[in-house]
């Protein structure tokens, strides 16, 4: 099922793959056809699903074990869909999230080589039948994900192998194989490409959804 009322947008993708910066840009497409949207992310999105996301990433001596990676990852995500995602769909509002459940799978499931069958399970006792309506995967090769964030302080995350994130990034090509509402974007080109890419999906997505939303009013008179 996807979302009730407004519509559950999502982007995707490794480090340095540009997904700020996109978001941003979907942002400024909503604005400009003046649909009502929150912008928010994952781990995060309320002030609880921060500090879980703050002690996940914070580098430290301890190993953490994948598993309580991943469990605190839907610990985030159960307070952020009752706080902040669900109510603002139903009140008709798009979500503009970046990252969400896909990210778990890729990272968690294929980067940390956990059991996909249980994160189905945690998948479903945490959302439901719930998925986005529209997932935005800003496709880059690992290599040149790592030059681009190069020189910035890292994260626990983010200071994995490259065999890690060649994982993760296959793992996001199988989701977006079998799931037909990915739309990849080949995020190795110029911003300027990219966001023109990310744009005129946006704008067509915009464009039937105003479509049913004026079709449904109808339906109601």
């Known amino acids: 099922m996807s979302s009730p009322n407004g519509l559950f947008l999502t982007l995707e993708g490794t480090e340095g793959a540009g997904k700020s910066t996109n978001v941003f840009r979907v942002c400024q497409t909503l604005d400009h056809a003046r649909i009502p949207y929150i912008r928010t992310r994952e781990p995060g999105g309320t002030e609880m699903a ?66 996909l069958a249980q994160i189905t399970t945690l998948e479903g006792w945490v959302q439901g039948d719930l998925q986005p309506d529209l997932t935005l995967f800003l496709d880059v090769d690992p290599v040149l994900s790592m030059e681009r964030i190069r020189g910035r302080q890292l994260d626990r995350m983010e200071q994995e192998e490259m065999d ?33 890419d990310v744009q005129s999906i946006v704008e067509l997505r915009v464009t039937h959804w105003l479509k049913a939303q004026k079709s449904a009013s109808q339906d109601t008179e």
């Open 50 to 115: 921060e500090e879980i996301r703050e002690c996940m990433l914070r580098s430290r001596q301890e190993s953490v074990a994948g598993l309580t990676e991943l469990l605190l990852v839907f610990a985030a995500r159960t307070q952020h869909l009752e706080t902040v995602i669900k109510p603002a769909l139903a009140e008709g509002k798009w979500v503009v999230c970046d990252r969400f459940t896909d990210a778990t799978f890729a990272y968690q499931g294929f980067g940390r080589n956990l059991n």
């Open 164 to 196: 890690f994130f060649i994982r993760v990034r296959n793992g996001y090509l199988r989701r977006a194989k079998q799931f037909p509402r990915f739309k990849i974007v080949d995020a190795s080109r110029s911003i300027e490409a990219v966001q023109q």
